[in-house]
């Protein structure tokens, strides 16, 4: 069983950064998979990023390649997304997941624990 906690949202002008930080509870953290994801209004649930448990292999959608960083931190139970040159359509409910093997996937279905989420807006 793995815990998520979400943090770091808010609201910032186009071109601008933030770094959400999801805090996981759970002894098997460190041995799984973890994703981002976000949904706008309206929309459906969308891959941001994935790391392997490892931290061996990150994997973008093509809309924040380059843009966006995903990191974790076995040590703290810690996964983060550094968001920088932020635009509007990057505004929506941002979500931390946890997959049940090392390695994630790009799917909703690859993962099995979910936190709340954090609204992040991006204003132009």
């Known amino acids: 069983q793995v815990q998520l906690v979400e943090s770091g949202g808010g609201l910032v002008q186009a071109g601008g950064s933030l770094r959400l930080s999801c805090a996981a509870s759970?002894?098997?953290?460190?041995?799984?998979?973890m994703g981002w994801f976000r949904q706008a209004p309206g929309k459906e649930r969308a891959f941001v990023s994935a790391i392997t448990w490892n931290a061996g292999n990150t994997y973008y959608a093509d809309s924040v390649k380059d843009r966006f960083t995903i990191s974790r931190d076995n040590a703290k139970n810690m996964v983060y997304l550094q968001m920088n040159s932020l635009k509007p359509e990057d505004t929506a409910v941002y979500y931390c997941a946890a997959a049940r093997r090392a390695i994630g996937g790009r799917y909703v279905r690859d993962y099995d624990y979910w936190g709340q989420g954090t609204q992040v807006t991006v204003s132009s």
């Open positions: 759970g002894r098997t953290f460190s041995s799984v998979g």
